[in-house]
């Protein structure tokens, strides 16, 4: 459906570089990233809001690369929304239509439809000002959806919204991409977002595209320590892999030889999720490889789960529910079995 290739953008201060993805008809794709990545950058472009220094872009077959930004077809919600404060919502609804020269009737008749798609019909004669973030959301969609765009790009859409009204956006931003099979790019920093709502996700740091793939590939695989930080593996060490038996090979780290499964060999870089890691207050029966007797050295409550920090060495960051926590009576200084599969452990 769109497809960037090669994309380069010199904005003097900062340079995206070389950006190559596609985005398939109807598909969910999530570009995340850190502030000052270059997320904003890329999607700006993609609208034609910046000059492109190389490389190129189309959608459904046709180049845009150079296409004026109103020619494009491309719906874009900013986080700060830009709604008219001094129109009423359905005036900034139909503000686009009303643009193309259609008589304000027939404006508001051709926006039935979005305004029942997103259930705002008891908002239409207030201002701005006297909405809720979440309401002020709905409109902003509500306007760039009313011009059936060919593509809709998101930036941080849910960024300056609570908790409770994150998740409501969220919901009905599944739905509008279930009913409506639009082709949705969405900008944000936020891991867990981009899990939730999107079918691919591609990388950026630093103004370059770094991984695209499922968020599952991403989670599980990530291909760099940049992404491996930044999907919050949250181990990441170095070390050198060697032969092993004929299934596994074996990276030494501060003297502990672990099991992995890979065919790269010499220096490398490698991770492990907390979640893959088995704690035990005992050696436990089971075809993991790899099992170890260490400390906790630290313990960090997140609520409904704790984070470990157990020395085994090397220092492993483990994660477990809180009920598990009070059940096992864990706490700094007690001794722990470390327990995970040498499939757990990305190599990259």
Same mark, same amino acid.
């Given at each position: 459906?769109?497809?960037?290739?090669?994309?380069? +953008?010199?904005?003097?201060?900062?340079?995206?570089?070389?950006?190559?993805?596609?985005?398939?008809?109807?598909?969910?794709?999530?570009?995340?990233?850190?502030?000052?990545?270059?997320?904003?950058?890329?999607?700006?472009?993609?609208?034609?809001?910046?000059?492109?220094?190389? @490389?190129? *872009?189309?959608? #459904?077959?046709?180049? *845009?690369?150079?296409?004026? $930004?109103?020619?494009?077809?491309?719906?874009?919600?900013?986080?700060?929304?830009?709604?008219?404060?001094?129109?009423?919502?359905?005036?900034?609804?139909?503000?686009?239509?009303?643009?193309?020269?259609?008589? /304000?009737?027939?404006?508001?008749?051709?926006?039935?439809?979005?305004?029942?798609?997103?259930?705002?019909?008891?908002?239409?004669?207030?201002?701005?000002?006297?909405?809720?973030?979440?309401?002020?959301?709905?409109?902003?969609?509500?306007?760039?959806?009313?011009?059936?765009?060919?593509?809709?790009?998101?930036?941080? $859409?849910?960024?300056?919204?609570?908790?409770?009204?994150?998740?409501?956006?969220?919901?009905?931003?599944? &739905?509008?991409?279930?009913?409506?099979?639009?082709?949705?790019?969405?900008?944000?920093?936020?891991?867990?977002?981009?899990?939730?709502?999107?079918?691919?996700?591609?990388?950026? @740091?630093?103004?370059?595209?770094?991984?695209?793939?499922?968020?599952?590939? *991403?989670?599980?695989? $990530? &291909?760099?320590?940049?992404?491996?930080?930044?999907?919050?593996?949250?181990?990441?060490?170095?070390?050198?892999?060697?032969?092993?038996?004929?299934?596994?090979?074996? +990276?030494?780290?501060?003297?502990?030889?672990?099991?992995?499964?890979?065919?790269?060999? #010499?220096?490398?870089?490698?991770?492990?999720?907390?979640?893959?890691?088995?704690?035990?207050?005992?050696?436990?029966?089971?075809?993991?490889?790899?099992?170890?007797?260490?400390?906790?050295?630290?313990?960090?409550?997140?609520?409904?789960?704790?984070?470990?920090?157990? &020395?085994?060495?090397?220092?492993?960051?483990?994660?477990?529910?809180?009920?598990?926590?009070?059940?096992?009576?864990?706490?700094? @200084?007690?001794?722990?079995? +470390?327990?995970? /599969?040498?499939?757990?452990?990305?190599?990259?």
């Amino acid at each position: 459906m769109i497809s960037v290739k090669n994309l380069s +953008v010199d904005l003097g201060d900062f340079r995206l570089a070389g950006a190559t993805f596609d985005v398939h008809e109807g598909e969910y794709f999530i570009i995340l990233g850190p502030t000052g990545a270059g997320k904003t950058v890329l999607l700006e472009s993609i609208a034609g809001l910046f000059p492109i220094k190389n @490389g190129s *872009i189309t959608v #459904g077959g046709s180049d *845009i690369t150079y296409m004026l $930004p109103e020619k494009r077809g491309i719906g874009f919600v900013y986080q700060d929304l830009s709604l008219f404060p001094h129109l009423s919502v359905m005036d900034n609804v139909t503000y686009g239509i009303r643009r193309r020269g259609k008589s /304000k009737k027939i404006a508001e008749q051709s926006a039935g439809w979005v305004i029942d798609l997103l259930n705002i019909s008891d908002l239409l004669q207030r201002r701005p000002d006297t909405l809720s973030g979440g309401e002020k959301q709905k409109v902003a969609l509500a306007r760039a959806l009313v011009m059936e765009p060919r593509l809709l790009l998101l930036d941080e $859409p849910l960024g300056a919204l609570d908790p409770n009204t994150r998740e409501q956006i969220q919901s009905e931003l599944r &739905n509008i991409h279930r009913k409506l099979n639009l082709t949705i790019i969405h900008v944000t920093h936020d891991f867990e977002e981009a899990v939730l709502l999107g079918n691919r996700i591609g990388v950026i @740091g630093e103004g370059r595209l770094l991984q695209v793939g499922t968020p599952d590939e *991403i989670f599980r695989q $990530p &291909n760099s320590e940049f992404v491996a930080h930044f999907s919050m593996a949250r181990n990441i060490f170095s070390g050198e892999i060697q032969n092993g038996d004929t299934e596994h090979a074996f +990276v030494t780290i501060e003297g502990t030889r672990l099991a992995v499964i890979s065919d790269k060999r #010499g220096k490398v870089k490698f991770s492990i999720r907390p979640e893959d890691i088995l704690l035990s207050a005992h050696p436990i029966a089971s075809s993991a490889r790899n099992s170890f007797k260490g400390t906790i050295t630290e313990v960090v409550s997140k609520g409904s789960t704790v984070l470990l920090t157990v &020395n085994i060495p090397p220092s492993v960051v483990c994660l477990v529910t809180r009920h598990s926590f009070d059940e096992m009576n864990l706490h700094k @200084g007690g001794e722990v079995y +470390v327990t995970f /599969k040498a499939a757990a452990v990305n190599v990259f």
